[in-house]
């Protein structure tokens, strides 16, 4: 077995950054080496510093370990960033600029043209504008990627699908999203309790533009958006983990039902070692998908759809469905590192 | 002032019929004096035979009644009916063969062509429809009235007012259903804590095909439908009162943001006991309407929009929401009974 | 009639502030004319300076006033004040000695000697404290009063009623505590959300310590503590507002079921604005009280009572409940401010 | 390896029957070769008969089995059963009468004074009850043992080891327990939301009179009873899994604070498959234990217990937890099975 990589993790005590100390425990490819959080945290143990929240106790292999102030260097090979958006922006450039991949879980980035806004199942050669990156930005060995945000990582799968096959032209979307998507504190309870909340700061245009660029073309070196239009609406509900995305799609080239079942069917899964075995799945069941019962298929990897039915305006409906800490977060920078080891990018 | 008129509610035990107690107590016009529930409850006084869920305490004045089976004749002027599916057909009937103006909230007669589906706001003069249902069905003093499913009630002013002033085309909305919207026992708590439930059974084509029918014109004794078409995906949230709808519109005719504030904002009101001082609300803060905060506006009987947007596809976006057992249920059919008063079909 | 009386709020932004502000629309002793909230409220109109969190909209009466910094002199008579504790000593000690009678719902000042510990119909006696606390502060026209805890609000009345009759030896209290007790933002949604917490930071101390002064005899301008002990556990559950509390009693006299019954029901209210018209109600139906069905019962201002029965090691076992906002912070603070008219502390 | 001894699960279809479903596979020792459940579900295949309500996919295996009628005799070498009480005397007594050892998690055995309440690493030694059975019932195979209530198995693990060590006099229990202790549908959604119910029917004497029990000797066939007392208050909170116990006890021997630590740390589990490496564990933190945080603990076997003090009245207070459909229900009578195995009764 070949060596583990070692890894940074930057914003470890936030809620992603637990997922990732969760995720991370017993992977054969990364060993975590070094947690990085605010002033606060730094110089005491990482049991000390972080006030677990997931379910099961904290991992612990991670208990021992001193949390170090954010900024390079740090004792690992490579970086996975939760950072809050204001501080995201310097700070990942900053680990970039010093040599570290930068696999960054946060928002900032993600529109940057240079920049790939990764989904390695839809689009893992857009890898090649880490080449532009270093090029334009003057880094080294250093670079940073991103993953969609959460909500477009609930309906972005199906919509690949059908881009491929049938061509997308318009997408509605109505995200209703829980409540970890808003790290913690995050929401308050005496908000949501009894209550769905209309509004979620920011969401509704990165909903609008990231899956454009996710199912866009690269073309020497530069990414050509796909040119559907993506109408979103974001609600916050009482719901711990899963966004559930409502979605209605005009395609550009007919299809029939069995057609789009089969387009999300056999869309093919990659063969890291996070990816689930089916990077989507359909229910049959009308009741289906539900964040409480699907979230955890494909162990948070899996994108859930149902409820697929001819629409009365546009050409289909259908219910979507993903964990949003695992493939909307942690999960899916996790294997965006498998995808760079995989293509030889942290040689 | 003039005698009250004096009142039967037929599946009085459930949660619409213990709205429709709650709302009559002290009603300026009406007078409880018939209760009729399930062969369960017959004979027993309605303390004992109902399992109050309401917030506040069962009112004194009904106590004492004693509840009969569902047949005609009770003794009252008119019926307000909260039946379930399976009995309102020929039940309802049967009460309106038997002299009884029927005012029910049940889903059957809703689309029959010969039956008024009435917002009186919006359009009261579907009353001509009762000369064609007595012509049509020998009904003499009986008649049946009815109004719109509750989802459709949160969603349904807002559209009117487009489509007076601008014409609407098409209209997707996705909605998020309260639980009390399914009675009780209704939800099982299994399912819905930390849940959401993608399918609510029967209610999509519901909400696909009334508004269509309300904002229709009464042409000669018949409903010429409004000619829009509306795509509905409807989930269900743990939310106890008020449904939410996400709405997007395609305008016949150009229009101005500020036209369509305006368009919702003075949208006229009713001189009616129940009416709420403003048929529609419009929030400017970006976090309302919620359903917690504003189904009580205008003591439920008023209209919430928020989150009024030029649309990147469409030409609006919006959130609506109002009560689903007051305007969307009792509230509404107390209403009708006022309207009907007011227009002398009771007399 | 007679003037009213001109009212500050301490605080004001907050949701006990906000309970304050509902509370005291029409008031008909009462009349806001001055809110003091943190430097980062002061100089904003409070529609401006505060995010509305009650269901129904902020009462037009108080949105375009000003909000002034905390700190002496206001354009009032007197202050309801609920700051936090870590700036309440100080700021509150300030406007007494300014001359301001300060009705706090803080819990700083509950357990100092000098100070009344309030619930009206209890122990109004205690007021002669007042002469005491002007002596020893060396106060002028200013003084401070205090109400209990939301917790010890919950089952002090039912204890008062026992203790009286009976004579209280020992109590065993476990509550369930509504979220809206520990203010805005407070409990986070990603904490309670399928879950309880079994720890309220300080509350467990309160509740054990501040029935004894409630119980206790005024004499010769002192309170004898009552001598009974209470043992006290708290959680937190995710109900909105309504504390609920598990009770046994241990008393000194023996006592039949019936006994007690009468005792809690004919416990005296008293004749005051907000005084409920039944201090105490006591259920029959086996499954009530229940937070969301009975927290408004006498518009908040009642504590209801349910499932006594004999304990089989102590004598009696009930569930008591009241609203911890309004019974348990602003409308007890309210009840005290019009206790202290009646008496004639205003003049 | 030995062949694995094949089950049968009566009540399959329930919330508790599915959860055996879900335990059970892989499981080392048993194969499931037969389902029962009611008339409406026999016949069909068992992915057609239950409406899965777990979190993540029903088992492969378990899908093509045919669901049989809840009568003897069914191809199996013995049964669990989770059947609803008032079939379950009849129809356990029948299987057992049949030759099935029948390991019943129903309440209505559990107090007969010839069978076995178990909890293997409190009371393995009742087994010797299973003699006696077979005397006074003229079984032969067959008998029938019990698992303890849910609620019961959340406070008598903490409850065992204090009084081995210490002797225990009286106990004060409150509970707040889950919604899947009422199986499916079982509590309204509309009941519970914002809400807490004060009344589970037929629950607090269970738990007043249950552990007794448990902790009683075999003495010549018999049990002798514990001595203690407990005094129950269950409620039930909007929580999915996990009950948890508010617990306040009295000692017939003085202890240190240290001493009740130890003793539960100390108390030994089993080396059976289910057990849990640790049968307690002992929090730290104030806030926990939590029903979220910690009802997986050791694959949901293990209790949970924190917020050790010394009481007021009486010697210690603490608060305990355990999965309820798990160490209450499914897993604790899998695990009875495992010790019957280990003790040579399915020779």
Known sequence: MSRKYRVGILGATGTVGQRFVQLLENHPQFEVTALAASDRSAGKRYSQACAW??????????????????????????VFSSLPSNVARETEEAFARAGFPVISNSSVYRMDEDVPLLIPEINHEHLGLIETQRTTRGFGRGF????????????????????RKFGVESVFVTTLQAISGAGYPGVSSFDI???????????EPKV????????????????????????????????????TASVRVKLRQTSTLEEVFEAFRTFPSLNLHSSPEHFMEVCDEPSRPQPRLDRDNGKGMTVTVGRLFPDNIFDYRFVSLSHNTVRGAA?????????????GYFK
């Open 208 to 243: 609008e533009i990231e899956a454009q660029k996710i199912l866009g073309n690269l073309v020497e070196g530069a990414i050509e958006k796909a040119d559907f239009i993506v109408s979103a609406q974001c609600f916050r509900v009482d719901v711990l983990d899963g966004h």
């Open 53 to 78: 929240k997931l379910a099961g106790a904290m991992p612990e292999y991670v208990k021992e370990i001193v949390v170090e102030p954010i900024e390079p260097p740090l004792d690992c090979d490579f």
């Open 144 to 163: 940073i990627v991103t993953n969609p945000n959460c909500a477009v990582a609930s309906f972005a799968p199906p919509l690949a699908a059908l881009d």
């Open 193 to 203: 309790t009894d209550n769905v909340l209309p509004y979620i700061a920011g969401e």
């Open 331 to 343: 999960g899916s920078a996790i294997l965006n590192a498998e995808l760079l080891i995989d293509k």
